[in-house]
């Protein structure tokens, strides 16, 4: 009898399991964080071999791709459902 109440009671999904929507966000900020790192480092060695004029203002636009890019994955690791 009370297995029969067990296979019909509506049970909440199970917090690891991660629906399509949620995939999908989830690689396309991957796919952001990627393009942010590999932007900035893209031009920082722009800057390295070409040496533009601007030298101070392409560093820091340089470093900022890289900083945001390496902050995107530093928030999907501490944010990651695996970890708990």
């Known amino acids: 009898m009370n297995d029969q109440n067990d296979a019909n009671e509506v049970r909440p999904p199970v917090p690891t399991e991660l629906g399509s929507d949620v995939r999908e966000q989830i690689r396309d900020w ?19 071999l070409y040496r533009p004029p601007n030298n101070a203002f392409h560093l820091g636009l340089s470093c900022g791709f890289v900083f945001c ?10 944010f990651s ?3 708990k």
């Open 69 to 78: 890019g390496v902050l995107g994955f530093l928030m999907r690791w501490v």
């Open 30 to 48: 991957k796919f952001l964080f990627w393009a942010f790192l590999l932007f900035g480092l893209g031009r920082l060695a722009w800057l390295y």
């Open 81 to 83: 459902p695996r970890r």
